[in-house]
């Protein structure tokens, strides 16, 4: 089944602890990206990237770090996360340039809640 | 840069009735225009899809958009809403020379009453 899976799905975490919220997509997909969702404010695209070894800063990508080593996985690092930092994370992917295909393959989302 | 309106945060219509959701968008040229639906507890899932052509596409689940460029519009329709259309709905822009970026409207939570 052609799928995009994060984890951890739910997270608590406490200021400053390092955290990593892997994405893997079994779909060849080269592009890839992490959104947060806030209410109010739909969808803002974090970081992206277009294959591996090449990234790209979204519109808010602040307080985050990415690597694209394999074509399959494509993480999100919170160095030192913050409160600010509490939202829903999505992950993304997608054979081809989004307006070719207009199809972003979504994971189901991780929730991440900082103290 | 591109940008999105989604005017109402939330929708109540019922069972059997008919829905339009409203999307404006701001762009200088035509942009490519998408609505995606998130039930809860799930990631998004895309509805449908306006590049060029017939301004009137069709999606699934019974669903389709108008694409007005003189309103800069892209409505979702649905003549008849079933309990299970329950969710939320994103309209979202991308431009050829804003790269793999889709922009997304803020949302608009649909309730069904039976």
């Known amino acids: 089944e052609a799928q995009v899976t994060q984890n951890p799905r739910y997270l608590i975490t406490v200021t400053g602890k390092k955290l990593t919220v892997t994405c893997s997509q079994n779909m060849n997909h080269e592009y890839m990206s992490w959104y947060r969702q806030d209410p109010g404010l739909g969808l803002r695209q974090i970081y992206y990237?277009?294959?591996?070894?090449?990234?790209d800063k979204g519109d808010v990508p602040e307080g985050y770090k990415v690597s694209r080593k394999e074509k399959r996985n494509f993480p999100l690092i919170l160095e030192s996360p913050s409160p600010n930092q509490t939202s829903l994370y999505f992950c993304?992917?997608?054979?081809?340039?989004?307006?070719?295909?207009?199809?972003?393959?979504f994971g189901e989302g991780s929730r991440l809640t900082v103290l | 840069a591109q940008s999105v309106t989604q005017p109402d945060i939330h929708i109540t219509v019922s069972e059997g009735a008919s829905l339009e959701l409203r999307c404006n968008y701001s762009?200088?040229?035509?942009?490519?225009l998408f609505w995606y639906v998130q039930s809860p507890g799930q990631g998004l899932q895309l509805l449908l899809k306006?590049?060029?052509?017939?301004?009137l596409v069709q999606g699934i689940k019974g669903f389709e958009a108008e694409f007005k460029r003189s309103q800069s519009s892209f409505n979702l329709r649905k003549p008849s809403v079933h309990w299970s259309d329950a969710a939320e709905y994103f309209c979202?822009?991308?431009?050829?020379?804003?790269?793999?970026?889709?922009?997304f409207g803020a949302g608009t939570i649909l309730r069904v009453k039976s």
């Open positions: 990237s277009m294959n591996v070894e090449v990234t």
């Open positions: 979202a822009v991308g431009a050829l020379e804003y790269g793999n970026k889709l922009v």
């Open positions: 993304a992917s997608s054979s081809a340039l989004v307006w070719n295909t207009g199809e972003l393959f």
């Open positions: 306006y590049f060029s052509g017939d301004t």
């Open positions: 762009y200088g040229a035509t942009p490519y």
